[in-house]
């Protein structure tokens, strides 16, 4: 699935204590393009802090991020505050996603209105992931009313309709079972065979043997991104 060498973006120096115990320290991590990437590990290892830590939603002193910018040229950075335009290229999906007392429509927008899209472009877009997702006949459902593979297939749209580079998906199949849970595994599939680099924290064996997924393993502080 590696569209080129170069990566999409690289983070140097990147660690995580609690208290007297090292979660991890890693010191270069690079992200590989257009690639599907299984994150394994025991539970406490750190997965989710360190995919927090990649969105910029927790802390992360001393760690720089490196890209490639629209313009051909190198860039760095602190890790945090994420840079905008590293912002606006990552997307991050929580196990259980928190989705707006509003409607399925509104939820996929949301994200869509900052960006200065005019009506009928972000009319398109939302109609085309509401497709994506098989959720188009809930568009005017409020949350509370979806099933749990529901909101995880809303939350993946609302993700995707950003069209970002890097999606970070914690455990999107955990508390899914039978249909809805293989909706969500052709959904991440669809994300990686587009050209998007996925990371997902899983335990799903489905997920882990889908063809041409790279596997990375965190565990006693160290993260192995050529695990077997």
Request: hydrophobic letters at 40%; aromatic letters at 4%.
């Amino acid at each position: 699935m590696n569209a080129s060498s170069t990566p999409l973006l690289t983070v140097r120096g990147l660690s995580r204590s609690i208290g007297a115990r090292r979660l991890f320290d890693i010191g270069e991590l690079a992200f590989p393009r257009a690639t599907a990437i299984v994150l394994t590990g025991q539970n406490g290892a750190g997965k989710t802090t360190l995919l927090r830590m990649i969105a910029g939603l927790e802390p992360a002193p001393g760690a720089t991020v490196h890209w490639t910018d629209a313009h051909a040229s190198a860039r760095s950075a602190p890790l945090a505050p994420l840079p905008r335009e590293l912002r606006e290229r990552i997307a991050y999906l929580h196990q259980h996603p928190y989705l707006f007392r509003t409607s399925v429509r509104e939820n996929i927008a949301y994200g869509l209105r900052a960006r200065g899209l005019t009506r009928d472009e972000m009319a398109r877009r939302v109609d085309e992931a509401l497709a994506w997702a098989g959720v188009s006949h809930l568009k005017d459902t409020a949350p509370e009313r979806l099933s749990g593979g529901e909101v995880q297939r809303v939350a993946l749209a609302r993700a995707k309709v950003l069209e970002p580079d890097l999606m970070l998906l914690d455990e999107p199949t955990s508390s899914l079972d039978g249909q809805a849970r293989e909706q969500v595994i052709a959904l991440v599939r669809e994300l990686a065979e587009e050209g998007r680099t996925v990371v997902m924290i899983c335990h799903d064996r489905e997920l882990i043997n889908l063809p041409g997924v790279v596997r990375w393993k965190l565990g006693d502080g160290v993260l192995d991104t050529h695990h077997r």
